[in-house]
């Protein structure tokens, strides 16, 4: 089988005295109450109860303090430093992807590998935003902000991320419901007591404009306001028409800092105004033939070119995002911790995205010897016009005491979470739609289709109350234990109005067709119980071996708030909750004076519940099983003063071990997973004020999912992918950067869509040029 080849595109955290957004509630006062009994019998053992959680940090100290990776996590539901937490967990520094030039999450999302946007969408429905791969399974449901579940497809900016944490293996003991390979937890910049202020302005390929800034000022001896801001417009290298456009604007605002109650209150308001991408035709393309049998000079055909635009000017992608979180933090004693959370967001999606399938009744053919002439439908308006809703009041209690002779470290804790979905149906209106497009010189200002409402609408909420504990038991220096357990008592709702008629719509009976009829009307409730047990062996301070085995479910309507009546449908509240299962070990150690982590991980995952067909009697049956095992190996810090480096390779083996294939070349491997991965990142710190660097990304071949599509590739080629920087500190306060990306200008697919009509390409080489100032 032939592969797909195109172009590429490029491409201090807070400690326990700076303080996070919460709030006094009742399930504050819960937690007070849980923890009189817990905070009676601990004892201190010489630090502050927040040094549970105090962040061991890698640090790369060369001229302006790199920090790529810190050594612990932000949640206090991981009381131990990075070295001794028993699973493959990825942490991103800001440091690390602010000097890559990374603007959004999927780009930082690079430097763990084997994680990315491989998919391109469904026929006309195109995956937009974070829709983000993890060890073989979907993982845009499972990404959280300061551990509150983050809601909607959009592209998340990172100007206001101090970290990217990836936990790969089941998530649900630490997060509720979630994709059965792991959460990504994006940790917000908080005000802190230093004075400090930094902007920063670039400039790159394809007209991209981006200033970003960050003010911090102490307020008196407690206080401290801190801004974070953001504008951008910019093109996309290598590709025609398209725009990002996006600002935003986040305080955050902190009292008691360095006192033993902490308050902090922050917003975020973000606004994009975007002309989205519907891909590039992969005809042409090695693994394509002719769709129809009587024009075989079909398959010789050139391919496009990969700028190509086969969407108009009149396609738009609107977002508006908006967080307000209050948390609250009181030590207790010196060894217990309380902490509140209270959050609201909402994210609200309007979007036209004009799509196309390259099928052979789309591809129209006036004269086969000249490709000029020839056109392709563009017949797949794809509406979106979404908003979701999350409000929840978390909290979290975390101590450390000793009982029989043994140290725990101990947390616990309930949340309140309510999350809601608004969806309204459009249409195009009857008799009008695009007119179609030149293959190989699309013009994207035309006019003819016109879309309103239709008057259908979904609306979905689910209500959560969960409790958890997690307890890590230490018997001496050498040995720990660690486990945790999580109950999630959910209710999801969801009804609709729908059209009548076409492909799936409801029987329309004496109606006219498209006429708005009751669609769903659905509840699910039930108890998700989760849980976690690690052990941990230290031969010496700075390593650790450890075995860990976790368990998590993912309920029907889980990821997206909706549920189905459709027998084939995984949202179907008939069915049980999909269950995943990984046993893990592995190694980390500290070496180089501490300065540089190396880790070794094997895995084994195991899911359950697919739903899938039965070939005989055609009906669908939850006896669906897959497996994803793998090694992942990884080393992140500094080999020396002025060296950095933050480097992952994973091999990764998946199956379907019980059920049909999936992948449209009738293997048994998943879609959109590369079977090997590698990402290197490593900067090198001169003492005239010079840095020069670079990296380079390596992601095997990708299989698109089964579809009826006829002559289309099954799979894309592997490719490299080379990346530089060099940076100049001109003074103490300002320095100047060069990123380059895609040096080699290698082609490449960067995702491809189940029926392999279309796909993403990637960028040719391009640039940014940045000019950073901070006092």
Not at 532 to 537: E, I, S
Request: proline residues 6%; aromatic residues 8%.
């Amino acid at each position: 089988m032939s592969p797909i080849t195109s172009r590429k595109h490029p491409v201090s955290l807070r400690k326990p005295g700076s303080s996070q957004p919460s709030s006094l509630s009742v399930s504050l006062l819960t937690g007070l109450v849980l923890a009189a009994p817990l905070a009676a019998s601990a004892q201190s053992t010489g630090g502050p109860a927040a040094d549970a959680t105090d962040f061991e940090t890698v640090h790369v100290e060369g001229k302006r303090g790199k920090v790529y990776s810190s050594g612990q996590l932000s949640s206090p539901k991981f009381s131990q430093p990075l070295l001794d937490t028993t699973q493959t967990i990825n942490v991103i520094g800001s440091d690390l992807f602010n000097e890559q030039g990374a603007t959004n999450l999927t780009e930082a999302l690079r430097n763990s590998p084997g994680v990315g946007t491989f998919y391109a969408g469904e026929n006309g429905n195109t995956t937009t935003g974070d829709a983000i791969y993890l060890r073989g399974f979907d993982t845009s449901g499972s990404i959280f902000v300061d551990g509150v579940r983050d809601l909607g497809s959009i592209s998340r900016d990172v100007f206001n991320i101090e970290q990217i944490e990836v936990a790969k293996g089941p998530a649900g003991t630490d997060n509720g419901r979630t994709a059965p390979t792991g959460a990504i937890n994006l940790v917000s910049k908080q005000a802190h007591a230093h004075d400090r202020t930094s902007v920063s302005a670039s400039y790159g390929s394809a007209d991209q404009k981006r200033v970003t800034a960050d003010w911090n000022q102490t307020l008196g001896g407690t206080s401290a306001l801190r801004l974070n801001l953001m504008a951008q417009d910019s093109g996309v290298p290598g590709r025609d028409t398209i725009e990002n456009k996006r600002w935003a604007v986040a305080p955050s605002l902190a009292f008691g800092l360095g006192t033993p109650t902490r308050t902090t209150l922050s917003l975020l308001h973000v606004k994009q105004d975007n002309l989205p991408d519907g891909g590039v035709p992969t005809i042409g393309l090695p693994g394509y033939s002719s769709p129809d049998p009587s024009r075989p000079q079909l398959g010789d055909a050139d391919p496009v070119a990969s700028s190509n635009f086969y969407g108009t000017l009149s396609d738009y992608d609107d977002v508006t995002a908006d967080m307000a979180t209050l948390r609250i933090e009181h030590d207790l004693s010196d060894a217990t911790r309380l902490i509140n959370t209270t959050r609201w967001g909402s994210t609200k999606q309007d979007y036209l995205l004009t799509a196309f399938m390259g099928s052979a009744a789309n591809l129209v053919t006036p004269d086969l010897d000249d490709p000029s002439g020839w056109t392709v439908a563009r017949s797949l308006p794809t509406f979106k016009n979404q908003r979701n809703t999350i409000m929840t009041n978390q909290t979290a209690l975390a101590t450390r005491f000793d009982a029989g002779g043994l140290r725990h470290d101990l947390s616990a804790g309930m949340e309140l979470t309510r999350e809601e979905l608004d969806t309204y149906g459009m249409r195009a209106v009857t008799g009008t739609a695009w007119p179609a497009v030149n293959l190989y010189r699309p013009n994207p200002d035309v006019t003819g289709l016109q879309w309103e409402r239709s008057g259908a609408r979904g609306e979905g909420r689910t209500d959560t109350v969960a409790a958890y504990v997690f307890d890590t038991i230490a018997f001496n220096e050498q040995w720990q234990v660690n486990g945790g357990v999580r109950a999630d008592r959910y209710k999801t709702q969801f009804q609709s109005t729908v059209p009548c008629g076409g492909r799936r719509g409801p029987d329309c009976g004496s109606l006219d067709e498209g006429s708005i009829v009751p669609g769903v009307d659905a509840r699910i409730s039930d108890t998700l119980l989760n849980w976690k047990l690690g052990a941990l062996y230290k031969p010496v301070a700075n390593g650790s071996f450890y075995a860990n085995y976790a368990v998590a479910q993912q309920p029907p309507g889980g990821g997206s708030l909706e549920l189905s009546d459709a027998d084939r449908s995984p949202d179907n509240p008939a069915l049980d909750p999909q269950k995943a299962r990984t046993a893990e070990i592995g190694t980390k150690w500290n070496v180089l004076d501490q300065r540089l982590m190396l880790t070794a991980a094997l895995y084994d995952t195991r899911i359950s519940n697919e739903l899938i067909r039965d070939p005989v009697d055609q009906q669908y049956y939850q006896t669906g099983h897959k497996r994803v095992r793998g090694v992942e190996l990884s080393a992140v810090g500094q080999v020396t003063d002025a060296w950095s480096v933050s480097t992952g390779f994973t091999v990764m083996d998946t199956d379907v071990l019980s059920g049909p294939a999936v992948s449209t070349d009738g293997s048994t491997d998943l879609t959109y997973t590369p079977k090997r991965a590698f990402t290197a990142w490593s900067t090198y710190d001169f003492p005239n004020g010079l840095t020069i660097g670079g990296g380079a990304r390596y992601s095997g071949e990708l299989k698109r999912g089964v579809d009826g599509a006829v002559g289309t590739p099954a799979y894309t080629k592997d490719y490299w992918v080379v990346d530089a920087v060099a940076s100049y500190a001109v003074s103490p306060n300002l320095d100047l950067r060069l990123n380059l990306y895609n040096l080699l200008d290698k082609d490449n697919v960067a995702a491809i869509n189940k029926s392999g009509y279309r796909y993403t390409p990637g960028t040719p080489r391009s640039m940014m040029f940045t000019v950073n100032y901070h006092f």
